[in-house]
């Protein structure tokens, strides 16, 4: 006899990427996702642009990852969505869909912890991907996050440190915009700091207590730098882009490696897993290389498409709930600050 096989469509819109995923089991059929250009104008996430945004995106999107999966809608098993944490309006758009298409297809709606999604994305069933085992320790690095969180089953998690100001995305692109790069400046960063010396300026690291971070210090210090060496030279920057990015991207990294090693010490837990769009640095997946060999890690990064912002890994946590019959009131609101 063969098991019936369970179809979940998810939704994810909690900040300015509108997305749509169908998966059978663990395995991905369809990922939508479409970003959002408008706010590269602004060098950052405008929330209301987004939510309107996301309006206009959400039909397209959704009949999009139906057609690339093949399925109908009235295969479908269950609607997860994400609740939060994220903008509000934004979150809204998703929630309201999500409910409505619920509801007309009289299937169970699932809630799902963005945060949450990050973590599990690594469970989504690949070719050659090794899944981390439980304990595993699970940093989320992007442009809204930075947690380490420790993982002890599928939604037995506990944050253990997280950042108390700017996210380590948002250092990336605040510092970027110092330097007159457009946004998001952290790939660029990262691109122009293969060719400079991490070592030619020295940027004081935050002293934060414990396992939490913070970058806001970070992105003043390297603005009264630049500020301090432009008046004595007006071409400083031009002249030092690659070093400046290569020293950042050294400080930035260094503190995400210490807090790390930190959680290691402290949990006795090797396996470490990182998600979010920042994963996708060249520095951070070297270091992280390098504590394997150093300090016995091992570290677990899912494909790109699985860190940024996408509706795949609300997916898998939707099926993941699914399994448990965890499902949602209908009266359920969509939540800024949603906790893990
Ligand atoms: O996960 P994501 O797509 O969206 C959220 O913020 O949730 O992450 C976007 C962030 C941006 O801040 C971007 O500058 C940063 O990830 N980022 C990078 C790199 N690629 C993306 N930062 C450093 N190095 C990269 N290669
Ligand atoms: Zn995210």
Redesign the pocket.
Known sequence: MTKENTYILAIES????TSAAVLCNDTILSNVITSQKIHAEYGGVVPELASRAHQSNIVPVVDQALKQAGILRNQLHAIAFTRGPGLIGSLLVGTSFAKSLAYGLDIPLIEVNHMQG?ILAHFIKEDGYTKPPFPFLAMT?????TQIVKVTNYFEMEVIGETIDD????A??KS?KILGLG?????Q???LAQTGNPKAFKFTKPKVDGLNFSFSGLKTGILYFVQRETKKNPDFVKENLESICASI?YTIIGILIDKLKHAVKRTGITHIAIG???S?????RQALKNGEKKFGWTTYIPKFEY???NAAMIAIVGYLKYLEKDFSDFDVMATARLKI
């Open positions: 909690s900040c300015d990427d990050h690095i992007s442009g809204g996050h996210a380590v995305g948002e990336y692109d970027g946004y998001p400046a952290g790939p960063i990262d691109k991207q979010g769009g920042v996708a640095n060249s520095g951070i860190t940024t912002d």
